[in-house]
C-alpha cells in the first residue's frame, strides 16, 4: 500500500524509483486525482522491438521532456536495467541530474548545451556532453585538466538540420581541433534527420562521408547514431552503430508511419481517474463551457476530473473516446482545465468511483496514435503535454 504522500514525492521526482514499492492499479484507486499507469513490460517490450528491427543494435533510449510524459525517475531506471540499453539521453541539464539522482547508472547523453559551470557539474556525475559549440575544443581542455582525465563526449553534426549541431562542412577541422586537444574520449558522433523523405539520404550521405574522411584523417568517431523513432520505422540506412529513438519506446508511432504491422509497439502507460459525479439531463440541457452540446432526449452523462492542465488535449471533444466499465463513451461539451464529461446515453451504465481510462492499452484498446488522430494533434503532443504533476505508478 502507497500512500499519498509517497505518490506525490515520487510524482515530483523527490524519490528515486528503487525505493519505491511497486503499485498495481486496475479497479481501485485512493484519490479522485487522476494518474498516470506506467507500464514496465511495455518499456521493456518496445526497446526489444526496436533493436528487433535493426538487426539487434544497442538502443540509446531518448528520455527527454520527463520521459515524454511519462516520469523520468519512473522509467529512467527501468531502462537502465536493460542490457540492450547502453545509455540514457536528454536535452535539458537538469533532466540529466535528475537521472542520476533517480539512480541511473549508465552513460548519460546531454544532447542540449550547458554552460561551463553545468558542464564541471556534468562531467562530476558522470554524464556525457553532447558538443556542438566553436568553444568546446577549449572547455574540454579546462574540463581535462580539472577532472585530470579524458572528458567522455559524443559530436554533434548538423547535417542539414540547421537547429543546433556543428554544421557538417566545417566539422573537420574541429573535430580535429577536439582531437588535438588530447582532452576527451569521443564515444559517439551523431545527426538528427529532418524527416523529410527526399531529403534525408542527403543528410545521411552527408554524414557518413564526413566520418568515412574523418576516420581516413585518424580521428576516433565512437559509435555513429542518427536513428530517432521515424528512422527506426522509415529508414533502415540509417542504423549506423546504435538507435537513438523516443516516442517509439512509449508505445506510439510517429504519424507517417502508416504500416504498423512491422513492429507491435505497446502504449507502456494509462492516464486514468475515478468518475466523480453521474447526473441525467433533462432535454435541452447543455454541457460544459460553451454549450456545445445540448441533449436532445434524457441523456445520463459522467464526469472525469481530467482536464487540459493534465494533459488530456481540448480537442479531445472532436470525437475521442473513454474507457469504463469495458465501454466507450464519448467525451461530449468541452475539455477544461480540469475536467471533461462522456455522454453515457440513456442508461445510467457507470457509477461514481468508476475507473475511466483516456488513454491506454485496456480493451477496447485507446491507443496514443488513435486519441491523436482524432484529436487532430501530433502523437508527441499526447504525450509529451501529460503534466508532470500526474502521480506516476509503475
Ligand atoms: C527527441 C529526439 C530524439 C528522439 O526522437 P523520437 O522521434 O521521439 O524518436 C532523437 N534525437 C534527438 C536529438 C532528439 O531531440
Known sequence: MTDRRTFLAAALGAIALPKLPTVRVRDRAPSFDPWLEVDADALRHNVAEAARLAGGRP????????????????????????????????????????LRDAGVAKPILLMGLSTDEEAVELVSRDVRLGLFTDAAPALLGKLAARFNRRIPVHLDVDTGMNRVGMPYHRALPWMTAIADSNAATVEGTFMTFVED??????????????AREARQQGL?????????????????DAYLDMLRPGLALYGAYPGEVTDRAAAS??????????????????????????????????????????????????????????????????????????HCIVELGSEKTVEVGDVATLVGPDRPEILPNTVAERAGVS????????????????
Open 59 to 98: 538502443v540509446l533510449a531518448v528520455v527527454k521532456n520527463n520521459a515524454y510524459g511519462l516520469g523520468l525517475s519512473t522509467v529512467g531506471p527501468v531502462l537502465d536495467r536493460l542490457d540492450t540499453v547502453p545509455g540514457l539521453a536528454v536535452v535539458k541539464v537538469d533532466e540529466a541530474i535528475a
Open 197 to 210: 523523405d527526399a531529403f534525408d539520404p542527403e543528410q545521411l550521405a552527408r554524414f557518413v562521408a564526413l
Open 220 to 236: 576516433t568517431l565512437g559509435r555513429l547514431h542518427a536513428a530517432s523513432s521515424h528512422a527506426v520505422f522509415l529508414r533502415s
Open 265 to 338: 509497439l505497446r502504449p507502456a502507460f494509462r492516464l486514468r481517474a475515478q468518475v466523480v459525479r453521474v447526473e441525467q439531463l433533462r432535454a435541452g440541457d447543455s454541457v460544459s463551457y460553451g454549450r456545445s452540446y445540448v441533449a436532445q432526449q434524457p441523456t445520463w452523462i459522467a464526469t472525469l476530473p481530467v482536464g487540459h492542465s493534465d494533459g488530456y488535449p481540448r480537442s479531445a471533444v472532436k470525437g475521442c473516446e473513454v474507457l469504463i466499465r469495458d465501454r466507450l463513451y464519448r467525451v461530449i461539451g468541452a475539455v477544461s482545465a480540469s
Open 379 to 394: 502523437v508527441y503532443d499526447i504525450l509529451m503535454h501529460l503534466s508532470p504533476l500526474l502521480p506516476k505508478r509503475l
